[in-house]
């Protein structure tokens, strides 16, 4: 089993930086892929980012804008996200999955842990 919790959402204007942590509990923090969705109301779940030992993967939609992070001393996995738009507001959410040869590690049924969310709103 695999506790996450994030923080670090809130409310910032367009062009502005927030960075969201995730924190997660368990000695194999090493061994699960760790991913970062967003849901904006009305919208289905979407794929923002993941980090794969190392190797890290964005959504065209953020590509040059986010930064996704890993401190494996600390079980912890970051979202630095650099001039937001407003289009970014959603219900931000951190994830775990184990490693399987079939994943992808796109989609949200993928994915095997989840944070209970955080709330990021961008103004204009």
């Known amino acids: 089993q695999v506790q996450l919790v994030e923080s670090g959402g809130g409310l910032v204007q367009a062009g502005g930086s927030l960075r969201l942590s995730c924190a997660a509990s368990?000695?194999?923090?090493?061994?699960?892929?760790m991913g970062w969705f967003r849901q904006a109301p009305g919208k289905e779940r979407e794929f923002v980012s993941s980090?794969?030992?190392?190797?890290?993967y964005y959504a065209d939609s953020v590509k040059g804008r986010f930064t996704i992070s890993r401190e494996y001393a600390d079980n912890t996995v970051y979202l630095q996200m650099n001039n937001l738009k407003p289009e970014d507001t959603a219900v931000y959410y951190c994830a775990a999955a184990a490693r399987h040869w079939s994943r992808s590690y796109y989609g949200s049924r993928e994915y095997d842990f989840w944070g209970q969310g955080t709330q990021v709103t961008v103004s204009s």
């Open positions: 980090d794969n030992g190392g190797t890290t």
């Open positions: 368990g000695r194999t923090f090493s061994s699960y892929v």
